[in-house]
């Protein structure tokens, strides 16, 4: 357990972080009370084994190999850990540990600080979500454009030979299907490319003129620097 100067230290930090200590065994013998405001728990329902509340994230796989090293004495460097809040959500929390040693050199425990970084995870998600569509938005945009040409081509040969069949019936019932799956594309394409546009810039620039723009200045500063050069 932490030494007692630092205690009110620790129990004071309850949005982000909470202090945490555990035997040789994995069992947590110590939870700072911020726990509870992060994960809904209070100290004493946390004091088991520290896998107890790990969820099934892929990225807990490494939590034992980290815990297993820093019980043999090997400091680790920050890992993250996903953990079911009582109320059965999942938070996502990045700790750093370090074990601590008897005056004989031998591990008698690990002490550690979890820090609450689900909000930022979100948000980072929600950066590449957004990342994702406009590269989509891009892709998409350039690929609409193709295929209008091809579109395009092909109604246009198809109303050429509607012209040149015109007496003939069944070919330009056949050609006419062409003309309208090619109109009916156009205006999918016309609907992907709205999905896709941006805004266009609509800032609007006007001249400039320097010398007038730089007399407005040295008359507005110019009773400042009388006053400083007063005063020197």
Excluded: C
């Excluded at 084994?49 to 099934?56: A, L, P, V």
């Excluded at 807990?60 to 820093?70: A, D, I």
């Excluded at 980072?124 to 990342?131: D, F, H, N, P, S």
Aim: hydrophobic residues 40%.
């Amino acid at each position: 357990m932490p030494g007692k100067k630092y205690l009110r230290l620790i129990e004071n930090l309850r949005d982000n972080y909470f202090f945490y200590s555990h035997s040789t065994e994995g069992i947590f013998t110590y939870i700072s009370s911020s726990i509870t405001t992060i994960l809904g728990y209070s100290p004493e329902e946390f004091l088991t084994h520290y896998s107890e509340y790990m969820t099934d994230n892929p990225i807990n796989n490494e939590v034992v190999r980290h815990t297993e090293l820093s019980i043999k004495g090997i400091k680790q460097l920050p890992y993250e850990v996903e953990i079911y809040h009582k109320d059965g959500s999942r938070r996502m929390l990045k700790v750093q540990e370090v074990p601590v040693f008897d005056k004989k050199s031998k591990v008698i425990a690990v002490e550690g600080i979890a820090e609450d970084i689900t909000g930022i995870k979100q948000m980072q998600a929600a950066l590449l979500q957004a990342e994702k569509l406009k590269a989509m938005g891009v892709l998409t945009s350039g690929i609409s454009h193709e295929f209008n040409n091809v579109l395009a081509i092909i109604k246009g040969f198809a109303l050429l030979l509607v012209e040149k069949y015109k007496d003939h019936k069944e070919v330009n019932d056949k050609l006419n299907i062409i003309i309208k799956s090619a109109n009916h594309g156009a205006k999918i394409v016309g609907r992907m490319q709205d999905f896709t546009r941006t805004e266009p810039d609509r800032t609007e620039y006007a001249p400039v003129d320097m010398i007038v723009l730089l007399e407005q200045v040295i008359d507005i500063l110019m009773p400042r620097w009388k006053n400083i050069s007063q005063a020197d």
